[in-house]
């Protein structure tokens, strides 16, 4: 087999045998599994992973080119982190862009007339199947209050939201003063692809490879 070349940086589909799947522990949002995988070589070894029913994520940048940004508690990292809205896929046959604007909706209390795709992640493929999709969304606008009907519990209570210039979140993401996943790859990418003024971004509605 022939080394890879430039040409051929793009990930793709592929499946290696699986001769047995257990089922370890069922939780509400994320099931753990143990599959035997046979590798290239003929060897069969254990591979444990969580099942996720994946994410969306909000790059929501205003006309003076700020991010929105909130601060939520996550108790396995024993941190406050800087995030952006983001939330599971947990409606059924929902579109990922319309679940994205619930999100921004519910966690932010905007809403957006300009969607985009920005970038899609895979969160922790060595462990988990959780995969993302970041959208970038512009010419945002508050909700009226009387207009919003849902009522925040728990983590989401009491989460800070702040407007950042692009430009320092990056500086903060970088520094190691942002470390939420889906914030450094959505700034990350927005701040990339700001350079031809967003032109290159796919439709809010592409499908995911």
Not at 37 to 64: C, I, K
Not at 118 to 134: K, Q
């Amino acid at each position: 087999m022939s080394a890879p070349g430039f040409g051929d940086v793009e990930d793709v589909p592929e499946e290696w045998k699986v001769v047995s799947s257990s089922r370890r522990f069922q939780a509400r949002v994320i099931t753990a599994v143990t599959d035997a995988v046979t590798m290239p070589d003929g060897e069969v070894v254990d591979r444990d992973y969580v099942l996720h029913p994946g994410s969306v994520a909000v790059v929501a940048l205003d006309d003076r080119e700020r991010v929105l940004l909130l601060r939520q508690y996550r108790h396995p990292a024993r941190r406050l982190l800087w995030e952006l809205p983001a939330g599971l896929r947990d409606v059924e046959g929902e579109p990922l862009h319309v679940g994205a604007a619930r999100e921004l909706a519910e966690e932010a209390g905007y809403r957006a007339g300009t969607w985009h795709t920005l970038v899609d992640a895979f969160i922790s493929p060595g462990m988990s199947d959780e995969r993302t999709r970041i959208f970038l969304a512009r010419d945002v606008s508050p909700i009226p209050a009387g207009e919003l009907d849902f009522v925040r519990r728990h983590e989401e209570a009491d989460m800070p939201v702040v407007w950042i210039p692009l430009a320092d979140a990056v500086r903060r993401a970088l520094a190691g003063m942002i470390h939420n996943s889906q914030a450094v790859t959505g700034i990350l990418a927005a701040y990339a692809a700001s350079a031809d003024g967003f032109a290159s971004l796919r439709p809010a509605d592409a499908p995911e490879a």
